[in-house]
């Protein structure tokens, strides 16, 4: 944690902790002596990754909440090629429940996953979120974002938060 001249700089620290954060999530497994099932930590892991797409969705496809998370869709950063449909899932049954009540929709589930997996599967119309793929295109959406600092330059998203400071 360091203070910082701008928001550039600021996002320099703040993208790459986040992504290390989750990574430490999902690799921690859980004491089945203490916890009622082996796993991660999956909701924070699950919390931090939505967060990233959701910051740099922000920058990039602007507009309101919602708008951010078609950065799941766009080529330079996710690529993921999700229905309009499971864009809206990404972000109404996992993202807004668990940032703002700690839970997702009851057919909404995580996954550890494995690399090769896809990021939202479908089975039986129970969703899954596989994290270890989320993480790894997560890493690469962090690296377009943050190595293209033109992006920064006259957006709205900085002007409206230099607004509030």
Sequence with gaps: MAIHPNLQSMLNESLPEMLLVAKYCIEFQKDTNIWRAPGCYGYPAALLLLSIADSI?????????????KIFNNNDYYGLNLSDEEVKIM???????????TVMSTNAGLNIGSPNDHILQNQNGRYWLNLVPFYNISVKAVNSFLNNPEILRNNQTILNIYKKS
């Design 91 to 101: 972000f109404d049954n996992y993202r807004n429940l668990l940032s703002h009540h």
């Design 57 to 69: 969705g922000s920058y990039i496809e602007q507009g309101n909440v919602e708008n951010h998370f």
